[in-house]
C-alpha cells in the first residue's frame, strides 16, 4: 500500500491553501517601530539640549568654546594647520607599513643564521612598545636636532616624524607577524612542495593571506595615528593644534580648539566606519569559508 | 631496471620518537602503490620524504637511481618531478585556480604567462573545471578544490604524483569523481604513491598496498591478496576494524 502524498485533496474536503501575507500588517510592522525611534530620539535629545541650554552657565559655556565668530576667525590657520596634519599622518602611514614590514619579516626568517637580526627586532619592538609615544616625539624632536648632525635633516617636525614612525612600527609589526603566524602550515609546505623559494612563498602565497586577516587591526591603527599627529604639535610644528593653540594665546577663547576637534571627528569618524566595514567584510568572508 | 623510487633503510624521528623505523621500498615506474595503515603508523610521513617536505635521518631514496638530496637537482628539479597532492587541499585562498595552477610554471620553471595559462586551462578542461578558472577557491566545494589541486600538481608536470589521504576531507558524495580522476591519472601511466584510507580505491587502482605499522612496513602484497587474505595478524586486526567501520 502506498501513502498519498501529504497535499494529496482529500475526497469531499476542499484543500486547505496557506493564507496570503497580510501585507497591512507587515507594513505596520515595519513602520512603527522607525516611529517610535524617531519620536523617542527628538523627545530625549530635545530634553536634553533644552537641559543643557537652559542652564546657568551655558552663555557662558557658549562663549568660551562654541563662540562663533572666534570659530570664524580661527577657522583658516586652523584648516591650513589641520592639511599639515593630514599631510604628516599619509607620509607616516606609508613609513609605518614598510617599515613595520621589514621588521615583520626579518622577525620571520627561520634560517638559523638570521638569529641575530631576529634578536635586534625584538629587542626593538620592546624598547619602542615600551616607551610613552609624548616621550620619544620629545626626545627626537629637539634632541637630534640640538646634535646638528652633518647631512641629516635638521627639522623638529623631521625627527618627531620619525619617533611616531619608530613607535608605531612596533605595534604594527607584531600585527604583520600574528597574520603570518597565522597562515597554515599546509600552505607553506604545498609552495615548497611546488619548488617555490621561501621568499616567493612568503611574497606569492603567506603575506597576501597575512594581510587580508589583519586589514581590520591594521584599520585601527590608521584612525589611531590619524589623531595622534597631534603629539607633533609640542614639538612646535604649526599643525592643526597648535594653530589653534596660538589663536587661544591671544584671545583666551577656546572655540579654536573646538574647530580642531571638529576636523578631526571629520577625518577619523569616516576612517573608523571604514574600518568598521573592512571587518564586518572580514568576517563574513571567515564565515562564509566556514559554512 | 632502476625502480622510480627507490626507499631505502630510512630512519626518521621527530624528536625521541621513532616514525620511521628502517623503511625500505621501491616502486617501478608507471606503478601505484598505495599505503594503508592507522593514523600516526608513519605512511603519511614516509610520502613526504619522497619530496624532501621531511626530512629523514639516514638512509636514501632515489629517483631514477639519483639519490634526491644530490646536488643536480638544485633547488626545484625535485619539485618539478614529483608533484603531492594533500587532504586538505592547500591551495592558495587569495589567488583565482587560474593563479594557483601557473604559479610554479611560472615562477619556478619560468614558463611565460601565455603558455602557462593555455596549458592550465587545457588541463582544467580534461578534468572539467574549464569554467572555474577565475574563481577563488573558497568558491569551490570540497571536490572541485581536490581537482584544482591535482591540476596545479600536474601543471609542472611531474612523473610521479603523490598523494596523501586526498579524499579525507570530501563528503562522501565528492569523494567519487576525486577517485575517478585519479583512475585516469593510473591509466596514463603515472607513477603513483598513495596514503589513503579508502581500502575499496586501494583495491581498484592500487598495484600493491603496503600495509605499515609503527614506523614499519609489516606486509606488502598485490591488492586482492592483501586486502583479502593477509597474513599478519595486525594486518587482518587492521582491516577487521575497517570492515566494522564499514569503510571496505
Not at chain 2, 583512475?183 to 581500502?199: F, P, R
Not at chain 2, 591488492?223 to 582491516?239: G, I, N, V, W, Y
Request: hydrophobic content about 50%; proline content about 5%; aromatic content about 8%.
Amino acid at each position: 500500500m502506498s501513502l498519498p502524498p501529504a497535499d494529496a485533496p482529500v475526497d469531499g474536503v476542499a484543500v486547505r491553501r496557506p493564507l496570503p501575507p497580510r501585507r497591512r500588517d507587515d507594513w505596520r510592522k515595519a513602520v512603527r517601530p522607525t516611529v517610535i525611534s524617531i519620536l523617542s530620539i527628538v523627545i530625549v535629545f530635545g530634553a536634553l539640549g533644552w537641559w543643557i541650554t537652559s542652564a546657568a552657565q551655558w552663555p557662558r559655556v557658549q562663549l568660551q568654546f562654541f563662540n562663533v565668530n572666534a570659530m570664524a576667525e580661527a577657522f583658516p590657520r586652523v584648516l591650513s594647520g589641520f592639511w599639515i596634519s593630514m599631510r604628516i599622518w599619509l607620509t607616516a602611514l606609508f613609513c609605518i607599513a614598510l617599515w613595520a614590514l621589514v621588521l615583520a619579516l626579518v622577525r620571520s626568517l627561520r634560517a638559523p643564521w638570521f638569529a641575530p637580526f631576529r634578536l635586534m627586532v625584538v629587542v626593538y619592538i620592546d624598547i619602542f612598545r615600551g616607551i610613552p609615544v609624548l616621550l620619544l616625539v620629545l626626545l627626537f624632536g629637539f634632541g637630534i636636532p640640538a646634535l646638528n648632525l652633518p647631512g641629516l635633516p635638521n627639522s623638529a617636525l623631521f625627527w618627531g616624524s620619525v619617533a611616531m614612525i619608530l613607535s608605531y612600527s612596533a605595534y604594527v609589526a607584531e600585527i604583520y607577524r600574528s597574520g603570518i603566524d597565522a597562515v597554515h602550515e599546509g600552505q607553506w609546505a604545498a609552495a615548497k612542495s611546488l619548488g617555490l623559494t621561501e621568499a616567493q612563498t612568503m611574497i606569492y602565497a603567506v603575506l597576501p593571506q597575512a594581510l587580508r586577516n589583519v586589514l581590520p587591526a591594521l584599520m585601527n591603527i590608521v584612525v589611531a595615528l590619524q589623531k595622534d599627529v597631534a603629539l607633533l604639535s609640542v614639538l612646535g610644528v604649526r599643525d592643526a593644534v597648535r594653530e589653534a593653540q596660538i589663536y587661544t594665546a591671544t584671545t583666551f577663547n577656546y572655540s579654536s580648539l573646538v574647530v580642531a576637534a571638529g576636523l578631526f571627528l571629520l577625518a577619523t569618524i569616516p576612517m573608523a566606519r571604514l574600518a568598521d566595514y573592512v571587518t564586518r567584510k572580514d568576517r563574513e568572508r571567515r564565515l562564509q569559508r566556514a559554512g | 631496471m632502476t625502480p622510480k623510487i627507490d626507499i631505502d633503510a630510512v630512519t626518521k624521528y621527530y624528536g625521541d620518537r621513532l616514525v620511521l623505523d628502517d623503511v625500505s621500498l621501491a616502486v617501478s615506474r608507471h606503478e601505484v602503490v598505495c599505503l594503508i595503515g592507522a593514523s600516526g603508523s608513519g605512511k603519511s610521513t614516509l610520502l613526504r620524504c619522497i619530496n624532501r617536505l621531511v626530512d629523514f635521518d639516514h638512509g636514501e631514496i632515489r629517483l631514477d637511481g639519483v639519490s634526491i638530496e644530490d646536488q643536480s637537482f638544485g633547488a626545484t628539479g625535485l619539485q618539478k618531478r614529483i608533484g603531492i597532492v594533500f587532504q586538505s587541499y592547500n591551495l592558495f585562498p587569495t589567488m583565482t585556480v587560474l593563479d594557483n595552477i601557473t604559479l610554479a610554471p611560472r615562477r619556478v620553471h619560468g614558463i611565460k604567462r601565455a603558455e602557462a595559462e593555455e596549458r592550465a586551462r587545457h588541463l582544467l578542461a580534461l578534468f572539467g573545471m574549464e569554467d572555474f578558472a577565475a574563481s577563488y577557491p573558497e568558491q569551490l566545494s570540497g571536490g572541485q578544490q581536490q581537482r584544482v589541486a591535482i591540476v596545479r600538481s600536474l601543471a609542472s608536470r611531474p612523473d610521479v604524483l603523490l598523494l596523501d589521504e586526498v579524499t579525507a576531507a570530501l563528503d562522501p558524495e565528492l569523494i567519487g569523481e576525486v577517485l575517478r580522476i585519479i583512475k585516469g591519472l593510473k591509466d596514463e601511466g603515472m607513477t603513483m604513491v598513495i596514503v589513503t584510507h579508502e581500502m575499496g580505491f586501494a583495491r581498484d587502482v592500487g598495484d600493491r598496498v603496503c600495509f605499515l605499522e609503527g614506523g614499519r612496513i609489516l606486509e606488502e602484497g598485490p591488492p586482492a591478496k592483501l586486502l583479502s587474505r593477509p597474513e599478519d595478524p595486525r594486518t587482518q586486526q587492521f582491516l577487521q576494524r575497517i570492515i566494522e567501520a564499514g569503510r571496505l
